[in-house]
Structure formats: C-alpha cells, structure tokens
C-alpha cells in the first residue's frame, strides 16, 4: 500500500481482530470475506430553486397626453357666435348703407367714409374667420387621433385582462381612466364640428328669403346709383371706389341662394305651362287652381 492512502480494514471473522481487506486474514490466514467498496455518503442535493417567476407587469401606460380637451375651448362657442353675429350685422348695414346713399339722405363723403369703415371690419372679421377654421379643424384632427389611440389602448387592455395578464383591479382602473378620456374627447369633438358648422356658415342667422332681400335690395340700388353716375347726380369717383366690393357682395348673396333661386324659376316655369293648359282647355279651371295652389306653396317652401 502506498503511505498516505487510507487502507480498507475489514474484521476477520475466525480471530475477530480489524485486518486490510484481503482474500485472507494476515493473523491467522482465515479467508476473509470479500471487502464492501467504501460507501459514499450521498451529501443531500440542495433542493434545485425554480427561477423565480417575473413579477406581473400590466401593461405600459402611455405617456400622459395632453389634454386635447383645451381649456381654450371654454367660451368659444360665444365667440363664434358673436364673430358670425357682427359679420351677418356688416353685411346688413353695408347694404342699407347704400340704399341710403342711393335714396339721397347720405352725402357722398359720409357714405365713403363709413362704407370704407365696414368694409375694413368686414374684411377684418373674415379673416378672423378663415384662422378660426384652420385652427378648429386641425384641433379636430388631434382629438380624432388621440381617440382612435384610446380606443386601441382600450382594446388592449381588455385582451391582456381576458388571457390572464393583467388583474381585474389593475384592468378596471385603467379602463375606467381610458374611457373618461374617451368620453371628454368625444364631447371636444362634438363641440368643435358645432363651431365649425357655426362658422362655415356666413349669414347663418339670416332666412333664405332674408338673403334674397338683401341682393335685391342692393343691386337695384347698385344700378339706381350706376344710373345716377351716368345722368350727373352723382360722381363716379363714389361709384369707382366701391365698384368693385359691391358687385363681389351681390355675387357672394347670389351664391348663397343660387340653388334656391334655380328651384323658383322652374316652378314658376311650371306654373307659367299650366296656365297655358287652362287658356287652351287642357285643363279644367278647377284642376288649375288646385295645381297652382300646389306650385305656389312650393315656392313659400323654397324661400321659408
């Protein structure tokens, strides 16, 4: 045996006396029993730790957006409404203005002079318009974006919740904040295409009949005065200076009511053929008046 290796005894079973384990005793030469390999002592295994499990993580809340429910739009419904107010007021004042000058109670200084000043706040408060449209509609496309984003997060959240990853109390409070959040840009939304509606409607507050009036009024005007010019009562420079932004104006008054005025032509037409009908005994005299009746309400409907 090699010194320093630890050498396997066994006891011999004739002289009971703790040998090297060998086929015979070295004492009394009985043969020894076939020595057992040394037994390991099996060390328990620490108990293998599964990885532990990542917390539950819901879902990344988005960043905090800001609110596209602007504070801006506080009061912005009165302002539209006065803006489109004192425009309908300019138009109205504009053309009695020259009804006035045209009937000779306005000299012709005086009438420049204010005509100038309403045209200048008229052209004024319509550009304040035309920004307020820019603004409102690309406000309106901000809170479209933003609702569809919260619509989606609302789906997700809901998924993540139905497979188990989100818990109920996590999924109910962030779902309540989602749809708060919905629900204030829908109303944002809603208050916007009311401005915008407000505001793409010049002479909104005016009946159809009430336009019709006023183009009338003002190109019979526009041509008494255009007569005037021509017999001397009146200096072209007056006409020359307002020219141009009166004919613009009974342009834009037809605009507004030119679909209208088609509509009344052809019943008028119709009415025109009918009476024909009547004179040539096409039709009864009863058969007339009812038809006409008819015709002529149409008409009241078309300016009412």
């Keep these: 045996m090699l010194a320093g290796l630890e050498e396997t005894r066994i006891r011999c079973p004739n002289c009971g006396r703790n040998v090297p384990a060998m086929k015979y005793c070295i004492y009394c030469g009985a043969q020894l029993p076939t020595a057992l390999p040394p037994q390991r002592i099996e060390r328990p295994r620490p108990t ?171 190109q019979a005007a526009y041509d008494a005065i255009k007569k005037m010019v021509e017999e001397g009562k009146v200096s072209s420079t007056v006409l020359n200076n307002v020219k141009s932004d009166v004919e613009e104006t009974i342009a834009f008054l037809d605009s507004l009511i030119r679909e209208r005025k088609e509509r009344e032509r052809i019943l008028k037409e119709e009415i025109e053929a009918l009476q024909a009908r009547y004179k040539i005994g096409e039709i009864t005299i009863e058969e007339y008046e009812k038809r006409k009746k008819e015709l002529q309400e149409e008409i009241n409907k078309v300016w009412s």
């Design 48 to 218: 293998e730790v599964p990885p532990p499990v990542p917390p539950l993580v819901p879902p990344p809340t988005p960043p905090a957006q800001p609110s596209l429910a602007a504070p801006s739009l506080t009061g912005l419904e009165g302002e539209v409404a006065s803006l489109m107010s004192n425009i309908s007021t300019l138009y109205t004042r504009k053309v009695a203005l020259f009804k006035l000058f045209q009937s000779g109670e306005v000299s012709e200084t005086i009438f420049l002079k204010l005509y100038n000043e309403y045209s200048g706040k008229l052209s004024e408060m319509l550009n304040t318009r035309v920004r307020r449209l820019e603004d409102l509609r690309r406000r309106l496309d901000e809170v479209n974006r933003r609702l569809n984003e919260v619509a989606l997060n609302i789906e997700e959240l809901s998924v993540r919740h139905k497979i188990g990853e989100v818990d109920l109390t996590t999924f109910s409070q962030k779902s309540e904040k989602l749809k708060i959040e919905q629900r204030e840009l829908e109303n944002t939304a809603k208050s916007i295409k009311a401005n915008l509606e407000r505001l793409e409607k010049i002479l909104g507050d005016k009946s159809p009949s009430e336009i019709r009036d006023m183009e009338a009024g003002l």
